[in-house]
């Protein structure tokens, strides 16, 4: 496993999360890192993404509201979520490619994902 996404959990609406991908066995530092989900029964969506130079860009759902961030020194990477909503219930993955986008397609490396579910 290269990247293992984890922290979610069962919330209350409104509160806050921080999701982890941590990387093992190889570095990701040049890489954009992409955070996806899956809500139940439904497609997996783009949520974030940050490149390896700090930029970033995010869905509409949840722009004001998620952050990705990364600390390289610890092949670590990171989605801040504030406000959450029972939408955002959903399985999270963190992925990685070397590219930009939103597409799943352009990811090669993908975590397995992490469960987060947020009660109303």
């Known amino acids: 496993v290269q990247l293992q996404a984890s922290g979610g959990g069962l919330v209350q609406a409104g509160s806050s999360l921080r999701l982890s991908c941590a990387s093992s066995?190889?570095?990701?530092?040049?890489?954009?890192i992409g955070w996806f989900r899956q809500p139940p029964g439904k497609e997996r969506e783009f949520v974030a993404a940050?490149?390896?130079?700090?930029?970033?860009y995010y869905a509409e759902s949840v722009r004001g509201r998620f952050t990705p961030s990364r600390d390289n020194a610890k092949n670590t990477m990171y989605l801040q979520m504030n406000n959450l909503k029972p939408e955002d219930t959903a399985v999270y993955y963190c992925?990685?490619?070397?590219?930009?986008?939103?597409?799943?397609?352009?990811?090669?490396?993908w975590g397995q994902g992490t469960q987060l579910t947020v009660s109303s």
């Open positions: 992925a990685a490619t070397l590219g930009t986008g939103w597409a799943s397609g352009q990811y090669d490396v």
């Open positions: 940050i490149t390896w130079s700090g930029g970033t």
């Open positions: 066995g190889r570095t990701f530092s040049r890489h954009t």
